[in-house]
């Protein structure tokens, strides 16, 4: 079992594709490097970004590390024992890009975006000042297509020492033909550290 962490300082993560993710900041023209502040202001941008499955965000959640995991329903094992559901969120929209991959960040990370930062990397990671490293995303290969994207939320049965992260999300994706219909995450209470 690989367990990949991310340590969230911004309440929210991210979960996107960036070359799917570039071609909507292109298509509308959107220059700035502050997408939080951007989108925040913008919020018919915002839905059509989710609606369209381009920017996947969960907000207004504890600012901790997270167990994170990506893939098809039978490939997500990394809270198979010793972990309790706690959240489950369907019906969310996934575009994948010919890039074949799904980042999930921080949400923070939007606020100086560079696409650049992600190239040729598996992670993006810091050093705190007492040599500790931190993971900011995490990049997971996915088929290009369009997914429907089941979010679910997990914490420990038995709550583990920091630095063990005790809370995880886990997206499940489904092939789908189109977004017809979506959920918006940002109005669902998916603070699972408070669950």
């Known amino acids: ?17 960036i070359e799917a993710f570039t071609f909507f900041l292109r298509k509308h023209k959107i220059r ?17 970004a989710m609606r369209e499955g381009y920017l996947l965000p969960i ?10 995991d990506l893939g098809e329903t039978d490939e997500i094992e990394v809270f198979s024992s010793g972990w309790q559901e706690v959240l489950a969120l369907d019906n969310c929209n996934m575009m994948v890009g010919s890039d074949a ?3 999930v960040g921080s949400l ?9 930062e992600y190239e040729g990397r598996a992670n993006r990671s810091y050093q705190t000042l007492d040599g500790e490293t ?27 020492p920091y630095p063990v992260a005790n809370f995880g999300f886990a997206f499940s994706l489904t092939e789908t033909e189109s977004f017809d ?3 918006n ?11």
């Open 1 to 17: 079992m690989n367990e990949r962490t991310i340590d969230v300082s911004g309440y929210g993560l991210f979960c996107l594709s």
């Open 134 to 160: 931190l993971y900011s995303a995490q990049k997971f290969n996915v088929y290009p297509a369009k997914y429907k994207v089941r979010i679910v939320g997990f914490k420990r049965k038995r709550a583990l």
């Open 185 to 195: 995450p940002l109005v669902e209470d998916v603070n699972i550290a408070k669950m």
């Open 181 to 183: 219909t979506f959920t």
């Open 101 to 103: 991959a799904v980042w």
């Open 32 to 48: 700035t490097k502050k997408l939080n502040n951007f989108l925040d202001k913008n919020r018919h941008l915002l839905e059509e």
């Open 59 to 68: 907000a207004t959640i504890n600012s901790i590390g997270y167990i994170i």
């Open 108 to 116: 923070d990370s939007l606020d100086a975006w560079n696409s650049k």
